[in-house]
């Protein structure tokens, strides 16, 4: 399916600030935070059709984000639903339960310094929870790897799955180790091949038309990386430092993002010491296949 050029096409890029209704049970408001890790902002995403609504992924702690979400669902909300707590999906939160007695859901969060600190969901969201309002309902699926409390949400009967971070528009999800993990990142996505999904709807970015071909490109791509990683390290006489590793396993990324492509390299080699393929001593990466 071609992306349109018509404004109103599903398929058509999230512009910042913008507010589009995608469905009739669902809207997408785009967040005031553009950058280059957020693409045009994050995505809100407002389920329903009335006379109460879903709030997902209320974004960066932004009065003009926060008043349109008011607005958009006339301040009737029943729950908050955040796919995983980076500071640019949960912080709203606080302020939308503040203002509308939202019920906030989702997994705790993991303790390491890449977490929302004001993120306290009042209850748990779990694997296969189904969560309803008037005119919707999402499923919420647990997908480690991007970060360890991360859930998709899927809207159901439309098979149009909110992917958070697992998946992203027009860009490859960084990945923090410890609490992100390059081989549970491969295994929910594997997961979600299985399923009847007719639409992704990232986190960021625009509306994706064909869930199974963007999951098997993006499993490819990684697979790719990975071969990158055992090659660099052979060309390294078969043991190298990060330092070592990320000019070579990275060469087709631009410099500057270095520093972020050393954190998925980490989470490449720590998938392979955990298949038991590498060895680590201190900074130094073995390769042990043959
Ligand atoms: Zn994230």
Redesign the pocket.
């Known amino acids: 399916m071609a992306v349109g050029t018509d404004p109103h096409d599903l398929f058509a890029p999230a512009a910042t600030g913008s507010v589009r209704r995608l469905a009739p049970n669902l809207q997408r408001l785009v967040a005031p935070n553009p950058s280059p890790l957020t693409g045009p902002g994050t995505n809100t995403y407002v389920v329903g059709s009335g006379p109460h609504y879903l709030v997902i992924d209320p974004g960066p702690d932004d009065t003009t984000h926060v008043d349109r979400i008011l607005a958009a669902t006339h301040g009737r909300i029943s729950h908050v639903l955040c796919t ?1 707590s ?1 500071p640019d ?1 949960s912080p709203g939160a606080a302020a939308l339960k503040a203002r509308t007695q939202a019920v906030v859901l989702g997994q705790p969060a993991p303790r390491d310094e890449h977490q929302d600190d004001s993120y306290r969901p009042d209850g748990t969201l779990d694997d296969d929870d189904v969560i309803e309002v008037s005119g919707a309902g999402v499923r919420a699926l647990h997908t480690p790897g ?2 360890s409390n991360h859930v998709c949400l899927l809207l159901e009967p439309e098979g149009w799955l909110l992917t958070g ?1 697992h998946l992203m528009g027009g860009s490859t999800v960084v990945i923090l180790p410890p609490d992100g993990s390059m081989r549970l990142y491969l295994e929910s996505l594997r997961r979600l091949r299985t399923l009847p999904l007719t639409a992704l709807l990232p986190g960021h970015g625009a509306v994706m038309p064909d869930p199974l071909g963007e999951i098997d490109r993006v499993i490819a791509h990684r697979l790719q990386r990975e071969s990158k990683v055992v090659v660099g390290l052979l060309q390294l006489g078969g043991a190298a430092t990060l330092g070592e590793l990320v000019p070579i396993v990275y060469a087709d990324t631009p410099i500057a993002l270095h520093p972020l492509a050393r954190y998925s390299l980490l989470a490449h080699l720590q998938k392979l010491l955990e298949e038991r393929r590498v060895a680590q001593d201190g900074e130094r990466w073995t390769w042990l296949a043959a």
């Open positions: 995983h980076h999906h991007h970060a971070d």
